[in-house]
């Protein structure tokens, strides 16, 4: 009779929308202890205690996105909330039970405290894989609904649009396959599970996965979980457009790791992973966004450079700043603001660009980078922000040349 040591527990792993949740309620089906919540944002709901006068409002907020993730998820996430992204470092109560961990933490992390698997912790993995094209559309949507503030003359709430990006499925599976060909004992205790083969074959890799775990389900727990394969759910390959700009090179990366992993060659699976993270570090320098308090510019470095080789961009540019400023939308514009009067600096690589140096500033009380303050000023703006009356930041815009 198949059972996980008390000590231990069985891995369900994967990316974020890789079908994690899909295969932990099948095991659960075919009799293994499952732990974690079918709705895990209820449990997180009653843990949260907002202020009387924004409960009504908070409740709202809270069915909306309750709503959304039963769109996601219809069956359940089957999750533990915090170890689902953070990993597992002490056993607890889950000792003997099957636990979702997403990739990049479900192996141990020489480089992080917080994150990481202790793998003595782990009896078995099975690692869900999918094509990096659905992955990627499907988190998309799953991140889509983060509203930003449009810096035009509406000022009005939009959703932008976001480029599909396979980097992160590069960079989770590949960590988790360099993790095993550094340690390929314990490759052979981790089930490669394709979900896309799953659900189109649901029966053959039910069987497969009941083969290696060494399962006796009944008639009916098997037939059960074979029914939780819905085939309906497996919508976003036809949404898939096309892989844009830097990303078709990183997209060709990615079906080589996929295919890697598939195939039992870590080795290959590895070197798409180095160069997926020279091309995650350049593609880092170049994308830095960063706040220039002399242009009311927020942006990579390559724009700056057109800003200041480029006249007519640069008064394009500089409108739009004015405009910004005028709207309060910029940390400056906040009474909780003020320059530094210490001389502390600190630097920005700019990859190709050189090193930007400058001052650190005060916002709300602490001393921060520029980019730190920008950010916050943007989450609270307007509902926590007391801004500079219209006169004073009318003077800071005309001050943008």
Known sequence: MFEIPKEQVLVITGDPRCGTSMEIKTVGLLGVPVAGEKWPQKDKRARMH???DRRAEFDEKFEEQLTKAKEMNPRGFYEVPGTVMQG????????GKAIKIVSASSHPAEHSKRFGTDDALVYKWIWMIRDPSSVAVSQNERTSSVEVKVADDS?????????????????NNGGLAEFFKDNPDRFKDCLVVDYDEMVANPEKEIDRLIAWLGLE???????????????????????????EGRNIAVAALAEDLREGVMSGNLTKAVM???????????????????????TGCFGPPSLHEKVQHDEDYCNEYCTGARQ??????????????????HDEFYEIDLGSYGVLSRPK???RGELTTWEIAFQQHQRDFPAKVALLSLADRKVLAEAIK
Not at 88 to 95: D, T
Not at 155 to 171: D, I, M, N, T, Y
Not at 272 to 293: F, N, V
């Open 88 to 95: 597992l470092k002490e056993i607890g109560e889950h000792g």
């Open 217 to 243: 389900p009944t008639p009916e727990q098997r037939q059960a979980a074979i029914a939780n394969i819905d085939t309906d759910l497996r919508r976003s390959p036809a949404k898939f457009t096309e892989w």
């Open 155 to 171: 000022g009005e709430w939009g959703r932008p649009a976001k480029p599909l990006s396979p980097q992160q499925f590069v960079l």
């Open 361 to 363: 500033v005060i916002y």
């Open 324 to 341: 910004e400023i005028m709207a309060g939308l910029h940390p400056q514009c906040s009474l909780e603001f003020e320059r530094s009067k």
């Open 272 to 294: 798409c992973l180095d160069k997926g993270r020279e091309m995650a570090i350049a593609a880092a320098k170049e994308q830095t966004r960063y706040y220039d308090p002399t």
């Open 50 to 52: 907002p202020d009387a």
